[in-house]
């Protein structure tokens, strides 16, 4: 467990989690309405029952169920051979029967677990190679439920869509095993990887097809003194958000304090992590100044730097009244069978045959050498595909960390190429890494490169580096001639430089400046370094 040191106080934030995630079935969860394709527009794909239509009954999707107990045995859940369905009953807009189906006596799996890695950020070439955090997630259940519909203000109208109403959710519970939002972030990156693998959920938070609730709470330990005893971990909120965040132990002692705050619906994985981490400099914040944190739930506002800002308190418990639902009978799956109609046997034979993410990265550490910060990077931008693709080539796996650091993640973050066009140019993405191995171009290089590949695909790269002059012209003896010259030119810069390392990044973009980018930027850092060290 982490604690954060703040004045005279430690303070342990606790962090779980609610994952919604739309199960990719061709219908909904309880009526024969569209759940999947392109929407020609608003209330187009909704049917009687999503309605709440007096008289029509709900009917169970079974494949649905069979993704959700695909999704569970991934978790390593346990399957309840019986389960039950249940109406969860709030009064508003965007839930026409006044009630959701649910499952909250008897989830469809309970006590799952996910180990998932906390990548560190690359700082310095050190951390490139440093292996992940490995961390352990409790699920507590696993549970089928149908979503909301989706209500739009206009003016002082509230306009209603009925095509989400009854869209199939699994929801994912964790326990309580996060202490910021960095770990948060890496769970639910892994889940929906985990999602996509099985093939039960798109998983992409672009389209809603998973969005994300946070409960958050700090406590203040009883035993003070004991801290340092339990192998708490220390650490800042800009460690949290550099990466630094290393492996400890949980402590066995009492917490007290810790009102529960809920953030609802994050939809974003770029907010998820600073919004869980504003939340807890927030409640503790409220605590150093004496006041006490409001029962609450709240939202996030991308305009205000990803703060969290109140929507409703939750002081007065919400009387849900929870009831049986009287019109589905009980969900029975028979886990000494493959038959009909959930073939439970076939679906566990099925899973443990997948390739999970943890065996990616096992594969992609030991066949192609890739260090721990280019893996990280490949699962983050969902490239693994591509690389894999790229690594068929001849050639690429001794210069696969240069593909990745290079070419690829330079191709997407600065270029911002995506990955359908890189797939059309796999052969000069492979041959790029070459000639950076060579030392024959630098990372602009490429950049200018890809620039124009990005413009017209068949172009040819040998052709754009003598048109251009996209090559390094300045090392060795030349490279010597070029660092005089500009030091003749910029003696100020330079004496600066001779009397305070710290100078030396300005520097060696000034010199890499001059000579027009035809540097190696390693050699010329290193010809520098050498110089000053010799005086």
Not at 9 to 28: D, M, N, Y
Not at 364 to 373: G, I, P
């Amino acid at each position: 467990m982490a604690a954060v040191r703040v004045g005279r106080f430690w303070w342990v934030p606790v962090v779980g989690l609610e994952i919604h995630a739309r199960i990719a079935t061709a219908s909904k969860l309880f009526s024969p309405a569209q759940n999947s394709g392109a929407v020609s527009g608003a209330n187009s794909r909704f049917d009687l029952l999503d309605a709440a239509i007096p008289g029509v009954l709900p009917v169970l999707n079974r494949r649905a169920v069979s993704m959700a107990i695909e999704t569970s045995l991934a978790l390593k859940a346990h399957v309840n051979e019986v389960s039950y369905f249940d109406r969860k009953h709030y009064f508003y807009a965007d839930l026409p029967a006044g009630y959701q189906i649910t499952q909250q006596r008897v989830p469809l799996a309970v006590d799952g677990s996910v180990k998932y890695p906390v990548f560190h950020q690359a700082r310095s070439r050190d951390h490139i190679s440093r292996p992940p955090c490995e961390c352990l997630a409790r699920v507590s259940r696993v549970q089928l439920e149908h979503d909301s519909a989706k209500t739009i203000a206009d003016g002082k109208n509230l306009l209603v869509d009925l095509n989400r109403c009854g869209m199939p959710l699994m929801e994912i519970v964790t326990q309580p095993d996060f202490q910021c939002g960095l770990q948060a972030l890496a769970l639910v990156r892994e889940i929906v990887r985990i999602l996509r693998t099985v093939g039960s959920s798109e998983a992409k938070f672009d389209n809603g097809s998973i969005r994300v609730d946070a409960t958050v709470s700090v406590h203040k330990p009883d035993d003070v003194p004991a801290i340092s005893s339990l192998n708490f971990l220390s650490f800042s909120m800009n460690d949290v958000e550099t990466g630094t965040l290393q492996e400890a132990e949980s402590p066995e002692n009492q917490l007290s304090g810790g009102t529960l705050v809920e953030i609802k619906n994050i939809s974003s994985p770029r907010f998820l992590s600073s919004v869980i981490d504003h939340e807890i400099r927030r409640q503790i914040s409220v605590y150093e100044s004496g006041e006490s944190i409001l029962n609450e739930t709240r939202g996030y506002d991308e305009s205000a730097l990803h703060k969290s800002v109140s929507m409703r308190d939750k002081t007065r418990l919400h009387d849900y009244r929870f009831l049986p639902e009287m019109n589905l009978p009980p969900l029975v799956v028979d886990k000494s069978s493959s038959s009909p109609p959930f073939h439970y046997l076939e679906l566990s034979r099925t899973i443990s045959q997948l390739q999970f993410p943890r065996d990616i990265r096992t594969l992609l550490q030991e066949k192609y050498n890739l260090h721990w910060y280019c893996i990280g990077k490949l699962f983050d931008h969902d490239l693994v595909d591509l690389f894999l693709d790229c690594a068929r080539m001849d050639g690429c796996s001794e210069n696969a960390n240069i593909l990745v650091l290079n070419v690829i993640l330079p191709a997407v973050s600065q270029v911002e190429i995506k990955e359908s066009h890189l797939r059309r140019i796999i052969p000069k993405l492979v041959h790029l890494s070459k000639l950076k191995a060579v030392n024959r171009i630098n990372i602009f290089h490429i950049q200018n490169i890809l620039s124009e590949l990005a413009k017209d695909s068949d172009l040819v790269v040998e052709e754009l580096i003598e048109t251009n002059g996209w090559k390094i012209e300045y090392t060795g003896a030349k490279l010597d001639q070029l660092i005089d010259k500009f030091a003749a030119k910029k003696p100020k810069l330079w004496n600066q430089f001779m009397k305070d390392e710290q100078m030396l990044p300005k520097l060696s973009k000034k010199v890499r400046m001059f000579g027009k980018n035809n540097v190696d930027s390693d050699e010329l850092d290193q010809t520098l370094l050498d110089r000053r060290n010799k005086l």
